[in-house]
């Protein structure tokens, strides 16, 4: 982690769908490419790890890892999930850890970015 401060564009996040138009920005003391942007969390489906109007700061150059939150873009419609890898190697996905029902990563599914930084509300 670097000591300087960096700014992304938080974008806005309607239901599942990212809006790609910068309303403000956040300040992160993550290392982040130019390319990196802010989105909050609308509910608490990832609940403990990710609350409800939580800042994600979300790095679209970070590589996907064995288990790691990511923005993923499916059927026009972005969201956030958690991703891990299975027995298979396969990566499989799921949308909220209520149900814990995790399918497999769609080859049509769009990576947009790998959370790399979660801002809780005394952090902002």
């Known amino acids: 982690m670097s000591d300087s401060v960096n700014e992304v564009p938080f974008l806005a996040l ?3 769908s990212t809006v790609n138009s910068a309303i403000e920005y956040v300040e992160t003391s ?3 490419s130019d390319n990196a ?3 909050k969390a609308e509910n608490d489906a990832f609940e403990p790890v990710i609350s409800k109007d939580c800042t994600l700061i979300v790095e679209p150059n970070a590589e996907l890892k064995e288990q790691s939150f990511a923005v993923i873009e499916h059927g ?4 956030i999930y958690f991703v891990k890898q299975n027995d298979a190697q396969e990566y499989i996905v799921t949308s909220n850890f ?3 029902q995790y399918s497999k990563l769609m080859d049509e599914s769009t990576i947009k970015g790998m959370v790399v930084q979660v801002k809780r ?4």
């Open 14 to 16: 309607i239901g599942n």
């Open 30 to 32: 993550v290392d982040v």
């Open 37 to 39: 942007f802010a989105v």
């Open 76 to 79: 026009g419609k972005q969201g």
């Open 98 to 100: 209520v149900d814990n």
């Open 121 to 124: 509300l005394l952090d902002q």
